[in-house]
């Protein structure tokens, strides 16, 4: 995204919020030896890290919003991938990002600044046409702060603008950048919502994704027209091109776990089967599929929840018309709670409903339903805290929802199958996080 360049400054102005005294570690990050960059030890391994660059090629990054690496103004050299400095603005290779999606990580990577350099690392970004990856994805800023600073004018605060703040909403307790010519280390933590950027040891910023202040910090920058900044749970890392020369390396990322397990991949041990409908285990997956009776179907976690952030995963194989129950209970299969939609397309997926009540709560707007992959895999969260509900599809903010019913309430998860027949859905990766 436009940020400045270095001859005119011309920025929107906002006040980071303050930030407590950050924690220390003991991150090294003087000169690596050569044979150490880009490769991961025993111990990182073992704790699942993975790397993103190998130190030769780019297999698996590519353009955004392109299905290859760009041919101009990125290079492998000497170990380190490069964004190279264009000649004129917007002449270069555009932001590169990640092939895969993540959404629960940790990222760290070494970088190297030139002068009057600025970059950027976003994350949770989604892919749209004709719109920058900026509209979606936050940043940890990368600038060469020294010079930045030096040029600024004297009645602009580069505030929320310089290395390692939360680019446009939040800034660093302090200046911990190395001097241009020296490498630093940047580190990105994203787990249940909860985001943390490090630099060279140093904790920069934290903030909670959908928390009021993060609202309030959001409706106050330049990011408030974007329906979509912030909001994604899963989405690409991308590296930014901004004209300037910085080079990247050590590039590694290790995927968080987080939550319990609701399924345990064998069997329905933990849940209880409520009608004639069809619930079984394959290949690793739990499936619904319609019976002879073609009736409503349950199959309901044992235990009771209140605040949560649920994840799970599922495919439409055949119709597809089902839900996710929360803060419910049965009587044979007439159940009373609420319900996010899962269905076909046009069937308002991700909206809420109340069973043997008040009915549709809250629908999606219809635009975003193409983000309903039928026949593939999908991920839906669902995250309940008090009496606001907020659903994600893919990525997705779906609904966000605040009903006093909800909040004076709790009871079972239970997993739908709807009457009519023909219907049949796998569900995998169940992990329930209570809050």
Not at 111 to 140: C, D, Q, R
Request: aromatic residues 10%.
């Amino acid at each position: 995204m436009k940020k400045y360049n270095l001859i005119i400054i011309s920025f929107g102005i906002l006040m980071g919020c303050a930030q407590s005294d950050s924690s220390k570690q003991t991150d090294t990050i003087a000169s690596v030896p050569i044979e150490l960059t880009n490769s991961l030890s025993a111990a990182e391994l073992e704790a699942g890290w993975e790397l993103l660059f190998d130190g030769n090629t780019t297999d698996l990054w590519r353009g955004y919003n392109k299905e290859s690496f760009p041919a101009q103004g990125w290079k492998v050299e000497d170990g380190n991938l490069i964004v190279e400095k264009s000649l004129k603005e917007g002449s270069g290779g555009g932001t590169i990002i990640t092939r895969k999606m993540y959404s629960e990580f940790e990222l760290k990577l070494d970088f190297l600044v030139s002068i009057t350099a600025n970059s950027g690392i976003l994350y949770l970004g989604l892919e749209k046409e004709e719109e920058p990856m900026w509209h979606s994805a936050p940043e940890f800023q990368i600038l060469d702060n020294q010079t930045a600073l030096k040029n600024a004018d004297d009645d602009f605060d580069l505030k929320t603008h310089l290395t390692g703040d939360n680019y446009d909403l939040q800034s660093a307790p302090e200046d911990y950048t190395n001097p241009v010519g020296e490498w630093n280390t940047a580190r990105i933590i994203v787990q249940n919502g909860h985001v943390e950027h490090w630099l060279n040891g140093n904790k920069t910023i934290e903030y909670q994704i959908n928390s009021e202040d993060w609202s309030t910090l959001v409706a106050n920058s330049k990011f408030n027209e974007y329906s979509d900044y912030g909001q994604a749970s899963r989405g690409h890392i991308g590296l930014q091109d901004h004209d300037h020369k910085v080079n990247f390396r050590n590039i590694k990322i290790r995927k968080i776990q987080s939550g319990a397990s609701l399924f345990n991949g064998k069997d329905l041990t933990g849940w209880t089967i409520h009608g004639t409908e069809k619930w079984y285990v394959e290949d690793g997956n739990l499936i619904c599929e319609s019976g002879p009776d073609g009736e409503y179907g349950y199959l309901a976690a044992d235990n009771s929840y209140k605040d949560f952030d649920l994840r799970l995963e599922f495919k439409q194989e055949a119709d597809g018309n089902s839900g996710v129950f929360f803060h419910s209970s049965l009587d044979g299969t007439t159940i009373a709670g609420w319900q996010a939609e899962v269905a076909p397309h046009g069937h308002n997926t991700g909206g809420i409903y109340e069973s043997y009540g008040r009915g549709w709560l809250i629908t999606p707007d219809p635009e975003k339903d193409k983000v309903l992959r039928m026949g593939e895999w999908n991920t839906m969260r669902i995250q309940v805290i008090g009496s606001k509900v907020t659903t994600w599809l893919n990525g997705q903010k779906m609904i966000e929802l605040d009903d006093a019913l909800i909040g004076e309430s709790e009871g079972q998860i239970a997993l739908q199958i709807h009457s009519g027949g023909g219907i049949k859905v796998r569900w995998r990766n169940l992990s329930l996080r209570e809050l």
